[in-house]
């Protein structure tokens, strides 16, 4: 009976740090699968609520636009997974680290960072259902930003499309994505891009 009790926790502590060893973000790793990618494809590490999110490892296209008040990014995987980041602020490039942060407060209010993060995925393609978040709280950072790649940071809290902004519906959010050579949107501020190193 003790043999069992012993086996049977083992398994368990087993079971319960296989469930939990990929909750960190590894930038390393992240930063080796990018060097294999093709240029203008992302890699995405995202834990939503402590777990993968999307399928580790596959790559997603990009598209990638930016203009003096705003930083577009269009990101899809071959699994129709998707995510939407779009950043506004006037003249976000100039600012060292460049980072934006939004609360409930920030809202709607011209006058601080409107940040819009969305990321979905189809859980079931037969019946096109899917599971989607939105930030509700949070901060990005646009850790680096040049020619060979883009490497964005966030962490925070999403809720589901619908779901009232309160504390309960919250899931917590932490991931980057790194993007090989970014292919810039035709739209993109030519003069933005050739100031990037």
């Given amino acids: ?18 469930c939990h060893k990929n909750e960190k973000l590894d930038l390393v790793a992240l930063s080796n699968q990018a060097t294999l990618l093709k240029d203008g494809d992302a890699t995405v590490q995202i834990f939503i609520n402590h777990r993968d999110f999307f399928v580790p490892g596959l790559p997603f296209n990009t598209q990638v636009r930016v ?7 269009s990101l899809m ?38 940040v819009i993060f969305m990321a979905g995925k189809l859980i079931n393609e037969a019946s096109q259902i899917g599971e989607g978040y939105i930030l509700a709280e949070g901060k ?19 809720t589901k499309p619908g779901t009232a902004t309160i504390p309960e519906n919250y899931v917590p959010i932490q991931g980057a ?14 003069d933005l891009i050739l100031s990037l190193k």
């Fill in 1 to 18: 009976m003790k043999k069992k009790v012993i086996y049977w926790f083992l398994i368990t502590l087993l079971f319960n740090s296989s």
């Fill in 67 to 73: 203009l003096p008040q705003s930083f577009k990014v």
């Fill in 77 to 114: 995987d071959s699994a129709k997974s998707n995510i939407e980041i779009e950043l506004i602020k006037n003249n976000w490039n100039k600012t060292t680290p460049i980072s934006f942060t939004l609360t409930n407060t920030t809202l709607g209010n011209p006058m601080v960072d409107q």
């Fill in 140 to 158: 990005i950072e646009i850790k680096e930003l040049t020619k060979a790649r883009i490497l964005i940071e966030l962490e925070g809290n999403l």
């Fill in 177 to 190: 994505i790194i993007i090989k050579r970014p292919k810039f949107t035709p739209d993109s501020s030519k």
